[in-house]
Every structure is written in C-alpha cells, then in structure tokens.
C-alpha cells in the first residue's frame, strides 16, 4: 500500500482538527471557505455541516472520498481543486482553513503561498491552521519543508487580529502510524 493509501485509510474518519472546532465554537456566519490540503475531508465536512460553502484543495485527487461523506444536497456546498501549492490561484473568500498542509509547501515558495493566501481573505474573514516549529522533529530530515519560529508565524498575521494561538510541542503519532515529536503552532486570526 503506498504511503499516501496508508495516511487516508489511517485518517477517513478522524474527528475535525482542533482548530476547526475551536472555530466553530466562534459562531462565525458561514460564508466561502478554501482547505488548503484537504486530505481524506475530515475539516472540510465540518464546517459543510455547519453551513459553510468549501472549495477543498489537494494535490492528490481527493473528491470522491470527501463527497461520499456528504449528503445529497450537502454536495452543493462543496467544490475540489487537484493542485499543488505552487500553482493554486485562491478566489477571495471567508476562511481559509490549512491544517498540517502549510509545512509540506518547499520552504522556497511559502512566501508567495502566504501572499496568496493573505491576499485573499476578506475583511473580517479568518484564517484557521497551524505551522511547524523549528523544534519538530521533520526540521532534521525534511529539508524542503516549512518550518517556522513562533516570532516568524506572529509576524505572517500583520494584517490579523489573532484570537488563539498555542503552541504545542509533543510526541504523538503521524498520520501513517509512525512517532515523532511535534512542534505546532496553532492559530486562528481574524483579517481586519
């Protein structure tokens, strides 16, 4: 089984990431948002259920493994892209959502993504996701990768109220069943 089969067997049915539902607990309006990395859904069918509008965006072809999580007339509400980081163009929207996706961006394109990505929520829109520290065991061995300090993640929300940040540093298991330590930055910031 490739490693890709393993990740989504391993999370299809994994509960919404913690800052979807700390976001969801916000009550915001439901309007258009875009997953960045959307994987087997489980953020993407959380916020369609409670009202939300979402473009999911892969770079593996996800859709009917998400689709199959929604109902008939929840499939209005969803819409897939298959690209990759480098070549996505993002329609202004609400929320952008981008949990344990941003860090895979090579670390020579992040600044543009980030652009594109602040470049495209509205006023008042969010920004929900977390980054990689520079603690995170993947910093030794995954060299293309993006890692952050927290002073550089604060420093990306310029244009942002910030409404949680956590920081977390763990060993806990990926998404293919192996252990490693984490080091995350959890955010959810509001544009203003």
């Given at each position: 089984m490739k490693n890709i089969e393993r990740y989504y067997k391993n999370?299809?049915?994994?509960?919404?990431?913690?800052?979807?539902?700390?976001?969801?607990?916000?009550?915001?309006?439901?309007?258009?948002?875009?997953?960045?990395?959307?994987?087997?859904?489980?953020?993407?069918?959380?916020?369609?259920?409670?009202?939300?509008?979402v473009t999911g965006i892969d770079k593996e072809n996800v859709e009917s493994r998400i689709a199959a999580k929604l109902e008939t007339e929840e499939l209005k509400q969803f819409k897939f892209l298959k690209r990759k980081f480098e070549k996505i163009e993002l329609e202004s929207n609400n929320l952008v959502v981008a949990n344990f996706s941003l860090p895979f961006c090579n670390k020579n394109d992040f600044k543009k993504l980030w652009n594109k990505i602040d470049d495209s929520i509205l006023k008042d829109g969010y920004f929900v996701g977390n980054f990689f520290g520079d603690n995170d065991e993947w910093k030794n061995t995954k060299e293309e990768m993006t890692f952050l300090t927290k002073k550089q993640v604060i420093e990306l929300f310029e244009n942002f109220e910030i409404i949680e940040f956590n920081e977390v540093e763990k060993d806990d298991f990926t998404g293919l069943g192996k252990m490693k330590h984490w080091h995350i930055f959890n955010v959810i910031a509001k544009k203003i």
């Open positions: 999370t299809t049915d994994a509960k919404p990431n913690y800052t979807i539902k700390k976001f969801i607990e916000l009550k915001i309006k439901p309007g258009n948002a875009i997953e960045l990395g959307c994987g087997a859904g489980r953020d993407t069918v959380c916020l369609i259920k409670n009202g939300w509008n």
